[in-house]
């Protein structure tokens, strides 16, 4: 069932990262709602949920046409899982340990990704993007994932209270 409710959020969130928040940027950046999403439920579930969520959304991100086809799918599936083997380390996933993971996780994502992408082909100056886009990207990633772990939170709570009825 969880399965089921997961893809139903990438979808939304997919959505309202290419429309609504779209129209949200500050300075210059939108949130990467997916990446908060994977970070959210890797904390939550573990490594298998964080990284099986981590390719979905990353499928979903290379269908919706964001870079290369492949490179989100990969970088997504792999932080999904790296976070998931640290959420048995806390008894209580609280918002500043998400807003931690997600800043951590955003900002190694849009690293890896604009070297591999933008930087390894001579097309960009590194220092720039990190000022300009990676740390304002991941901070707004970071404050957003704060919220997710909030529906994440709310979403476990019914649907694991009606399993047990």
Same mark, same amino acid.
């Given at each position: 069932?969880?399965?089921?409710?997961?893809?139903?959020?990438?979808?939304?969130?997919?959505?309202?990262?290419?429309?609504?928040?779209?129209?949200?940027?500050?300075?210059?950046?939108?949130?990467?709602?997916?990446?908060?999403?994977?970070?959210?439920?890797?904390?939550?579930?573990?490594?298998?949920?964080?990284?099986?969520?981590?390719?979905?959304?990353?499928?979903? *991100?290379?269908?919706?046409?964001?870079?290369?086809?492949?490179?989100?799918?990969?970088?997504?599936?792999?932080?999904?899982?790296?976070?998931?083997?640290?959420?048995?380390?806390?008894?209580?996933?609280?918002?500043?340990?998400?807003?931690?993971?997600?800043?951590?996780? *955003?900002?190694?994502?849009?690293?890896?990704?604009?070297?591999?992408?933008?930087?390894?082909?001579?097309?960009?100056?590194?220092?720039?993007?990190?000022?300009?886009?990676?740390?304002?990207? *991941?901070?707004?990633?970071?404050?957003?994932?704060?919220?997710?772990?909030?529906?994440?939170?709310?979403?476990?709570?019914?649907?694991?209270?009606?399993?047990?009825?």
């Amino acid at each position: 069932m969880s399965g089921v409710i997961y893809t139903i959020l990438t979808v939304i969130f997919c959505a309202l990262q290419t429309t609504v928040f779209e129209h949200l940027k500050l300075f210059g950046t939108r949130p990467n709602l997916l990446i908060a999403l994977v970070v959210c439920v890797a904390l939550a579930h573990g490594a298998l949920a964080g990284g099986a969520v981590g390719l979905l959304c990353g499928v979903v *991100s290379d269908i919706m046409g964001c870079g290369v086809f492949g490179i989100n799918s990969l970088l997504m599936m792999y932080l999904g899982a790296g976070i998931g083997f640290f959420s048995s380390s806390f008894y209580r996933i609280r918002s500043i340990v998400v807003f931690i993971f997600a800043f951590a996780a *955003s900002f190694t994502y849009k690293i890896i990704y604009y070297f591999l992408v933008f930087y390894i082909w001579g097309k960009g100056a590194m220092l720039f993007a990190v000022v300009n886009e990676v740390l304002p990207g *991941s901070l707004y990633t970071a404050i957003a994932s704060v919220f997710i772990i909030k529906i994440i939170q709310f979403v476990n709570g019914r649907f694991s209270a009606r399993a047990e009825v």
